[in-house]
């Protein structure tokens, strides 16, 4: 039976949260509930989900983090490497290629263009691919992908992973417009 990795790219959503939504540093009310990015991804697909998190501890180890993570059922991946190395993104392509040999499907919660070429190779017509990210921030280089089976969930509407609702402008489905929410 196949296993789904949910690969996390914590830095880059925790930037896009700050830089792009909120202009500032997320406060913990407003960053994404990790918990619930592992059961929908256990729910989404129906097989056991094995959350990957990628953490920079080039300055040092958050370790209340990594604790909470572990107590969520992650495994933190933590890394080190010099100031030009983006060791995350290294360890992650890494991971993605690796996953190319294996069987398993996989979602990834980033919306960095540099995964595009690990990505490609995994949409394959054998496996489930998906993409969890703001769609308005996703790398547009995605899109290409989605006619080969490649899936985008929205980080925040269909993954529920947030307690308030984010200021984000967002195009909304006709289906899924709801004018008291403007009103």
Do not use: C
């Not at 256990?42 to 080039?58: D, I, K, M, Y």
């Not at 890394?79 to 190395?85: A, Y």
């Amino acid at each position: 039976m196949a296993t789904t990795y949910l690969l996390v790219d914590g830095e880059n959503i925790d930037a896009t949260l700050g830089n792009s939504i909120f202009g500032r540093r997320p406060t913990p009310d407003e960053r994404p509930r990790w918990d619930r990015l592992l059961t929908f991804a256990r729910e989404r697909w129906e097989q056991e989900t094995q959350g990957l998190f990628f953490l920079n501890a080039s300055t040092g180890l958050p370790m209340a983090f990594v604790q909470a993570l572990r107590a969520l059922g992650y495994t933190a991946i933590p890394l080190s490497g010099s100031p030009e190395q983006k060791v995350v993104d290294i360890a992650i392509q890494r991971t993605l290629d690796a996953l190319a040999e294996r069987d398993d499907d996989v979602m990834l919660v980033s919306h960095d263009g540099d995964f595009l070429e690990s990505v490609e190779r995994l949409v394959d017509g054998e496996r489930r691919v998906g993409i969890i990210a703001f769609d308005e921030f996703r790398n547009a280089g995605f899109t290409a992908l989605k006619h080969q089976g490649l899936e985008f969930f929205d980080l925040e509407h269909d993954t529920h992973a947030f307690n308030t609702t984010l200021p984000r402008l967002r195009i909304i489905p006709i289906e899924e417009f709801d004018p008291a929410l403007f009103l």
